[in-house]
């Protein structure tokens, strides 16, 4: 079983927050980020709709050489569907991916859910969101290792009582995706970021809405499929985090504590220790990260500023 941990180490460092800029506030809602840096420019994804949830979820994904000047170089849309939570990456034939969610609703009653990709060779001109995985599965975001995609999955049957399975997916190809394993912790509304460490050990910090609702902190040897499991006993939401070229691991992610806000932690193999609150509050959270000159980048959303904006900071 899960454990949670009794001491927490002490910082390698401590960060120094350099600036935060809102970026975008065009939608009337702007949401769940990622960022990363391709080629001369660093890319922002986040959801664009009126409200936090609806099926006129669009994708946008905007770009910027400097990171203060920002244009917009996509809007990815589908009928009658709220695509949401984009998550983007680099493929080993240097395209860019985005990973959605695809929401299917009828009125406000959700009736199917499923994951879509898209692709991109120039950062402008994107495919048309194709479905992968199964109907039921929610793919949180997936991360490039030795030329495949790996990504966890929240599985479960829209409108059905019954339990939610957590699914460890692999892709050669970003499209075709198949069960690597089962993964041994129970809850619901999973949200999973997968990372590999310089031993191609696989790491992953899960929010998990059930019992304490302790973030997890699971790590695993390949193939992947036996895992160990640390309650770090921090509620997280919308969780990712970063290896930097020292070692050091930082996360964020909504913490819920008195009031809803980003925070900024580090990170080991069965800890995370609260750093920084970052200026958010309200509907906020869902970070990116990207190391960049010797910075660390991360974007999020918030609306302490009364509209749901997207934020950048560098560390």
């Known amino acids: 079983m899960p454990t949670q941990p009794l ?102 009653e959700l009736v199917g859910r499923q994951p879509r990709v898209a692709f991109s060779k120039n950062g402008t001109e994107w495919s048309v969101p194709q479905r992968v995985c199964s109907e039921g599965d929610w793919l949180w975001r997936v991360t490039w290792h030795e030329g495949r995609a790996y990504g966890v999955s929240n599985h479960y049957t829209v409108g059905e009582d019954a339990p939610r399975s957590l699914l460890l997916y692999v892709s050669d190809d970003g499209v075709n995706f198949r069960i690597r394993t089962i993964l041994d912790i129970t809850g619901n509304r999973f949200e999973v970021t997968a990372r590999f460490m310089p031993d191609g050990s696989m790491m992953l910090l899960a929010r998990r809405e059930e019992d304490d609702k302790g973030g997890y902190i699971g790590t695993s040897q390949d193939p992947y499929t036996d895992w160990s499991w640390n309650n770090t006993g921090i509620r997280v939401g919308g969780p990712d985090f970063i290896r930097l070229p020292d070692g050091s691991m930082w996360a964020g992610y909504r913490n819920y504590v008195k009031k809803a806000t980003t925070e900024f932690a580090y990170m080991t193999e069965k800890h995370l220790k609260p750093v920084l609150t970052l200026p958010s509050g309200g509907d906020t959270s869902y970070p990116g990260f990207v190391w960049h000159d010797d910075v660390l980048w991360m974007t999020y959303y918030s609306s302490h500023e009364e509209k749901t904006s997207i934020y950048p900071l560098v560390a």
Not at 55 to 73: F, H, L, M, N, T
Not at 84 to 93: E, L, M
């Open 7 to 108: 001491f927490i180490p002490p910082l390698p460092k401590t960060p120094k927050l350099l600036s935060v800029i809102k970026i975008w506030d065009q939608g009337g809602h702007n949401a769940f980020t990622d960022i990363i840096r391709h080629g001369d420019y660093f890319y922002v994804t986040f959801r664009e709709a009126e409200n936090h949830v609806g099926s006129d979820g669009a994708i946008r994904v905007i770009r910027s050489r400097d990171g203060v000047a920002w244009e917009s170089c996509g809007l990815l849309t589908e009928e009658s569907i709220d695509l949401r939570d984009p998550k983007i990456s680099v493929t080993p034939d240097k395209r860019l991916m985005l990973v959605m969610g695809g929401s299917d609703y009828e009125g406000k």
